[in-house]
């Protein structure tokens, strides 16, 4: 049995669906860890492997937290000049809709989880189901920008309906993504088009990255109470 054990239901699941994720993994694949609990999850689960059995994986991380995690068990890490194209990517989701359309970010690694995972042969996002909505948007969007554009791309996101917030950490300062920027966290709306949306905030200046992932998912392992529903497009 793992090390890693979880308590409550809502770990439990997010196990659950990491230890499916863990069925894809293949000796000599090169992967993309992804970021937040249940990617974390998994990360150590594929870290045991490497650790105690001897699996030989090659690994780039969406975050700073998940390569110190992976070194941890003794992952190797590469980077993009060293090979251009993952073989696989796992990492969670804020929200799941039809088609596989994503919500990410909420824990501000979205930048370089879209890098990951549009490198990507396969990415698969493991989830509970209470990630799975019908429209994106209850979950506020994400919005990684230049700290000098902030006002501005706030008041153009205002424009499109949002209600945008900085994000802060817990003691008030505001939050740095590992680039160096600041998060905005859209809320107010649910987002009824969008790609119509993607297009508007890839346009925005000062904008860096958006949590909306679309077309990128290959498959959604879903985490039910009795179950793990392979979700596919
Ligand atoms: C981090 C992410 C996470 O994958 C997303 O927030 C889901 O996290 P969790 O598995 O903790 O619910 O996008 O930027």
Known sequence: MSEFATRGSHLDLKLHAAQRAMELVEPGMTLGLGSGSTATIWIRLLG??????GLRIRA??????????GKSYGIPFI???ECRSLDLTIDGADEVAPKLMLIKGGGGKLLREKIVASASKRFVVVADESKQVQKLGRFPLPVEVIPMAAPLVDGALRELGFTPAVRVNQ???????????????????LIEDPYAMARELDSMVGVVEHGLFLDMA????????????????
Do not use: P, W
């Open 48 to 53: 045991e492997q490497v650790r105690d059995h």
């Open 60 to 69: 780039i991380a969406s975050s700073e937290d998940s390569e110190r995690l």
């Open 79 to 81: 980077n993009f000049e």
């Open 171 to 189: 003691d008030g300062s505001k939050y740095i993504t590992d680039q160096g920027n600041f998060i905005l966290d859209c809320s107010g709306m």
């Open 218 to 233: 290959s498959m959604a392992l879903i985490a039910m109470e009795h179950e793990v529903v392979e979700r596919t497009t």
